[in-house]
Every structure is written in structure tokens, then in C-alpha cells.
């Protein structure tokens, strides 16, 4: 069974940074992309920073120079540094990884439960 666990959610004045982190355990093969994913009240989910394998990264337009997404392939964990932060990114932040179970090639999604990040004064 792989589970996904996000922690470093909290709340935090305009202006101030987080870092969230999400661990992935259980039995798996490897972890392809991983990706943070947020979901403000009343809006729908959005792609907020995604990292490949290779370490390549993307960003939402709304975060970048603000955000930076890093993994660290051995402890099999993604981090999200959220610096100047907004009311704006007020939300539930999720973890996303797509993770090949055994040797076959294929993938799936997983999730993570989600941690809140407030933003305000």
C-alpha cells in the first residue's frame, strides 16, 4: 500500500514562507513526476509546481520567483518552499505522485490527504 504524507502546513503572516514537505512510503518500484496541487475554497484544484524524475521543473505563472519545488529521490520526499507569501495562496495544498508499483511500466496517480497553508494578518 503507498501513501503519500504531506506535512509543514500552517498558518503564517503576508510576506512569510513555509515549506511543505510530502513522503511517499509503502512498497513501490519508483516514483516518476511528483507535483503540488492546491484547492482554495469554492475554486477548483489547480497545478501549482511540478517536478520530474530528472529534476526538471514548472510552475503556475502565479507563483513563480516565489515558490520552489525540490526532491530528494533517496528519502523519496517532495518539498515545496513557499517564500512571500500571499492571502491569496490561502488553501490546501496536495501532494501528487505518480509511482510505478512493480517493473511493469505502468504509473499511478496517489495523493496525499492535504495540509493547510493560511495566509493571514
Known amino acids: 500500500q503507498v501513501q503519500l504524507v504531506e506535512s509543514g502546513g500552517g498558518l503564517v503572516q503576508p510576506g512569510g514562507s513555509l515549506r511543505l514537505s510530502c513522503a511517499a512510503s509503502?512498497?513501490?518500484?519508483?516514483?516518476?513526476?511528483m507535483d503540488w496541487y492546491r484547492q482554495a475554497p469554492g475554486k477548483e484544484r489547480e497545478l501549482v509546481a511540478g517536478i520530474t524524475s530528472g529534476s526538471s521543473t514548472n510552475y503556475a505563472d502565479s507563483v513563480k520567483g516565489r515558490f520552489t519545488i525540490s526532491r530528494d529521490n533517496a528519502r523519496n520526499t517532495v518539498y515545496l518552499q513557499m517564500n512571500s507569501l500571499k492571502p491569496e495562496d490561502t488553501a490546501v495544498y496536495y501532494c501528487n505522485a505518480y509511482i510505478r508499483r512493480d517493473t511493469t511500466p505502468r504509473i499511478y496517480p496517489y495523493w496525499g490527504q492535504g495540509t493547510q497553508v493560511t495566509v493571514s494578518s
Open positions: 509503502g512498497s513501490f518500484f519508483s516514483i516518476n513526476d
